[in-house]
């Protein structure tokens, strides 16, 4: 009966030990974006390696990959739709050269831009013609920030 009890409170502390620590395992297991303050932002290397950030496009969240070898914000098809982009009416009149070869592009703009405490407007975009599993963050956006900088597995930006 002894071995029973202290089997249960070790299991008791064993929860309150993670309940105590689930912030800290929760951002190791899948880390996340952090505003530092109006202009900085930090983002910490996802598991896959990348660097992962979301950003509010027209009142709709996005998933990028941050990827400063691509000239241009890229959108998934899924993506422009999610924000409102009329799939039908684009002009796919672009071609882009990938890792997966060339693929046609639709130029956009995009109208309102959020990220953290930072809204921009008018940002050049294309939608990629091919199949793509995440949008990518280049640099007509990250053009836009003062400094860019990768140390110690994260990625800041700042104004």
């Given at each position: ?141 990250l053009g ?5 900088e990768i ?9």
């Amino acid at each position: 009966m002894a071995q029973q009890a202290a089997i249960w409170v070790l299991i008791f502390v064993g929860v309150i030990g993670a309940y105590g620590l689930w912030e800290d395992i929760s951002n190791d297991v899948n880390p996340r974006q952090a505003i530092i303050d109006d202009s900085t932002i930090a983002v910490p290397r996802g598991n896959d390696g990348h660097y992962n950030l979301t950003l509010e496009i027209n009142g709709a969240s996005v998933d990028f990959v941050v990827d400063t070898g691509a000239s241009q914000v890229v959108l998934s098809q899924q993506d422009a739709a999610r924000i409102g982009i009329d799939l039908a009416s684009l002009n796919y009149s672009s071609f882009a050269n990938t890792a997966n070869g060339v693929v046609r592009t639709a130029p956009v703009m995009l109208e309102d831009v959020v990220l953290g405490g930072i809204t921009d407007s008018g940002i050049p975009a294309v939608v990629n013609g091919g199949e793509m599993d995440v949008s990518l963050l280049g640099m007509t956006y990250l053009g836009l920030y003062d400094r860019i900088e990768i140390s110690n597995g994260q990625l800041v930006l700042n104004r």
